[in-house]
């Protein structure tokens, strides 16, 4: 079973929607959150990546960051392997 993949995002996010599409491409199963006029998923995001832009990226329940760095793990061969992985909770 591949680990769960969830992608938190806004509606007007260009970041958000390049992810989106490369998780698509992918062919990866995940959960997309809109958190478009959600203040207080907003703040528990900072609380668990110390972040305050999105899209936020969680694989197996860790945080990997936003698109920059899921493109990063994807071109360096790592995001194939952390979806495979069978850690999430």
């Known amino acids: 079973m591949a680990a769960k993949v969830e992608?938190?995002?806004t509606s007007t996010c260009g970041?958000?929607?390049a992810a989106l599409a490369l998780l698509r491409k992918l062919e990866v199963t995940?959960?997309?959150?809109?958190v478009t006029g959600k203040?207080?998923?907003r703040a528990w995001l900072v609380q668990q990546t110390?972040?305050?832009?999105?899209?936020?990226?969680?694989?197996?329940g860790r945080a990997i960051g936003g698109f920059d760095d899921l493109a990063a793990?994807?071109?360096g061969g790592a995001l194939a392997k952390l979806i495979a992985a069978n850690d999430s909770a």
């Open 7 to 9: 992608i938190y995002t």
């Open 15 to 17: 970041y958000c929607r």
């Open 30 to 34: 995940f959960t997309q959150h809109d």
């Open 39 to 41: 203040p207080d998923v």
């Open 50 to 60: 110390g972040r305050t832009t999105v899209p936020q990226i969680f694989i197996g």
């Open 73 to 75: 793990l994807h071109r």
